[in-house]
């Protein structure tokens, strides 16, 4: 078993190897918060490697009352594509987030260092997401990462068709990317030709919905990404995202 730090560089030639173009990063802290960037490869290699990691991994000294800043600012100071903050359905209470809700969460991103105009949600149709989170973020000018899940075909099925609806009544301007399925490889719920086929199905739904500029792909650990049993899923992906747990993979909790 190895770590993180020890199994970034079998990571990298493995990323350096894909035909995807782009390469996400998530990172999380705890289950209340994470940050997602999106690099070109050089790029990945440059900053990633040279600056967010060391930035990153010296905010486990920072008193939890100030990491969430602590991280805001080093996704902040990194070159990416795309920065943005990654963010749940759901209140603190356990209910479904309405648009007020989701706007005040748009608006508190943008306030944070980095004044973060981006952010991923990981569900279509959970808790009504794009229904209430699109208008949210076209009126604070807001852009996403759309998370489509595939746990089940009915389950996936209302994803696509939540992702359709919002798209045929907003455009496709506030999408960056889709993520269809987030660690699926990872939890084992899915195989990779299954998960390959449905990244195609979503992609081919985006070109019929004239939106065939936005990117496709998927994101797990990078457990999953140096699988070979997974290469149908990162020959699929226009860009793959690789979640990182500098805190906890692979620990005994």
């Not at 905010?59 to 080093?74: C, G, H, N, P, Y």
């Not at 076209?138 to 852009?143: A, R, Y």
Request: a negative charge; proline letters at 2%; aromatic letters at 10%.
């Amino acid at each position: 078993t190895l770590s993180l730090h020890d199994a970034l560089p079998i990571c990298l030639l493995s990323l350096l190897s894909a035909s995807p173009s782009a390469v996400s990063i998530y990172f999380r802290s705890s289950t209340l918060f994470s940050c997602f960037l999106v690099f070109s490869l050089r790029s990945f290699i440059r900053s990633f490697i040279h600056s967010f990691i060391h930035s990153f991994i010296h905010s486990t000294l920072v008193m939890k009352s100030s990491l969430l800043l602590t991280i805001a600012a080093a996704c902040a100071g990194a070159e990416a594509y795309w920065k943005g903050i990654n963010i749940g359905a759901n209140n603190p209470d356990g209910s479904c987030k309405s648009q007020a809700d989701w706007e005040t969460d748009f608006k508190t991103i943008a306030s944070l260092p980095g004044a973060f105009t981006s952010a991923r949600l990981y569900a279509s149709s959970d808790c009504n997401t794009l229904a209430n989170a699109v208008p949210a973020a076209l009126k604070t000018g807001t852009t996403l990462l759309v998370g489509v899940w595939t746990e089940d075909s009915t389950h996936y099925e209302n994803e696509k068709q939540a992702l359709l609806a919002a798209v045929q009544q907003y455009g496709h301007d506030w999408i960056i990317s889709v993520s269809v399925g987030s660690e699926d490889l990872y939890r084992g719920d899915t195989d990779a030709s299954t998960l390959a086929s449905q990244i195609n199905d979503v992609r081919g739904m985006m070109w019929g919905l004239g939106a065939g500029s936005i990117e496709v792909g998927h994101v797990d650990t990078w457990t999953a990404w140096v699988d070979s049993a997974n290469t149908a899923v990162i020959e699929a992906c226009d860009f793959l995202g690789m979640d990182g747990y500098p805190y906890f993979q692979d620990a005994s909790i």
